[in-house]
């Protein structure tokens, strides 16, 4: 009991702050994916971490503070482009799908940023869902997950892809996520503080996205890069932490757990990362190009 009056305490102070932001829409899910697949839209995702790089003096674990970036962060959150979907978290509509303890979580971060924020913001602009690469674990309702899932693979079913990922993300490594895929290629970059190569890794972007569906997975860079692929006229999709909810699907999964052969900053211990002959071996043929 006490629980749920603290709960509901939390969520009406946040209730000026949500007028404040007076979205016309976040599209849910479904809707996001689709306007990605029908008309072929790239997309950036905001996520927590990304909302912190925009503020004074905050840093992730794997992304320092970065005055370019914080200033690109904030252009791409305010942009309009017609290819481009600007995507933030549904939470910021609506907490009412999680499960409690995500509750909380979004309603303290709000508390703590949202007047912060509300200024990046524009009033009457339709937002995409960021929660289209985290559509399992945080939903208390599991029901829908194997749709998503099947919509999801629509994006990349029978396309050209060159994913662009962290040094040990290695997407779709051990799982059937990619198999639908006409063709794989991988531009590996730095696990950590990727924006201080942001030159080099957007240069070879463009050089190896040609004709392919690009597929990105590299924290906040990845929101940048895919607003500045979208620019240059490329389909670019922000799909960062994709495969590890996957996997935690696939392992009908609680709570955070390590996944094999990646590295997976949210989870409190880690499995090994070295990677099994016959999966090194497929890996290593996938890497076109490696930024270090």
């Not at 503070?65 to 609506?94: C, G, M, Y």
């Not at 993300?169 to 051990?174: I, P």
């Amino acid at each position: 009991m006490f629980n749920s009056l603290y709960f509901y305490y939390w969520y009406i102070r946040t209730m000026p702050f949500r007028k404040q932001f007076s979205f016309s829409k976040i599209l849910g899910i479904e809707e996001t994916i689709t306007e990605i697949v029908n008309h072929r839209k790239s997309i950036s995702r905001f996520g927590d971490g990304e909302f912190r790089l925009i503020l004074p003096n905050e840093s992730l674990k794997f992304q320092e503070e970065n005055h370019l970036l914080t200033e690109r962060l904030k252009e791409v959150l305010s942009s309009n482009l017609e290819n481009h979907i600007v995507a933030i978290p549904e939470s910021f509509h609506s907490v009412k799908a999680f499960k409690l303890n995500v509750k909380y979580w979004w309603i303290d971060f709000i508390n703590k940023f949202g007047n912060q924020l509300s200024p990046y913001f524009k009033k009457g602009k339709t937002y995409g869902n960021a929660f289209i690469s985290r559509f399992y674990l945080d939903y208390k309702d599991k029901s829908h997950i194997e749709k998503n899932i099947r919509s999801l693979k629509q994006i990349w079913d029978k396309k050209d892809i060159l994913i662009i990922e962290g040094e040990f993300s290695r997407l779709g490594m051990g799982n059937d996520l990619f198999d639908g895929v006409s063709s794989l290629q991988r531009l590996i970059c730095p696990s950590k503080n990727a924006f201080s190569h942001y030159d080099e890794i957007v240069e070879k972007a463009k050089e190896l996205g040609k004709d392919k569906l690009v597929l990105i997975a590299l924290g906040p860079t990845a929101t940048v890069l895919s607003y500045d692929l979208a620019s240059a006229g490329f389909w670019a999709v922000d799909i960062g932490h994709v495969d590890i909810e996957y996997s935690w699907y696939l392992e009908k999964a609680e709570y955070k757990i390590p996944v094999k052969y990646r590295l997976v900053n949210e989870s409190n211990s880690q499995d090994s990362i070295d990677l099994p002959k016959h999966l090194r071996e497929s890996y290593n043929k996938s890497i076109v190009y490696t930024i270090t």
